[in-house]
């Protein structure tokens, strides 16, 4: 099970940190990874972390402001936001897959579970 808190109202610019703690299995056996659904858009790709997390991945549009990371003895997965845009404003989900292969990790539909999410607001 995981949950997902975090979100808020924020303006352009300013950073916030999403968390996501998974309870049971050690996190740290599965594919982590944020996604995001913006009003009258599909869900698309964040980053993730690859198991053990010593490997990161990023949606092109975040990269460099996004940080993915991963706490194993938490069992708690980061999204640290910097530089926060209004483009950013979406309903973020944590999700995460013990089995899931490489060329897949930026699909939603390969994840086996999914937090409830979390709104981000970024106002101009």
């Known amino acids: 099970q995981l949950q997902a808190c975090g979100g808020g109202l924020v303006q352009a610019g300013d950073s916030l940190r999403l968390s996501c703690t998974a309870s049971?299995?050690?996190?740290?056996?599965?594919?982590m990874a944020w996604f995001r659904q913006a009003p009258g858009k599909e869900r698309e790709f964040v980053a993730a972390l690859g198991r053990g997390g010593g490997s990161t991945y990023y949606n092109d549009s975040v990269k460099g402001r996004f940080t993915i990371s991963r706490d194993n003895a938490k069992n708690t997965m980061y999204l640290q936001m910097y530089s926060l845009e209004p483009e950013d404003t979406a309903v973020y989900y944590c999700?995460?897959?013990?089995?899931?292969?490489?060329?897949?990790?930026?699909?939603?539909?390969?994840?086996?579970?999914w937090g409830q999410g979390t709104e981000l607001t970024v106002s101009s």
């Open positions: 049971g299995r050690p996190s740290s056996s599965y594919v």
């Open positions: 999700a995460a897959d013990r089995g899931i292969i490489l060329s897949a990790i930026r699909n939603s539909g390969d994840y086996h579970y």
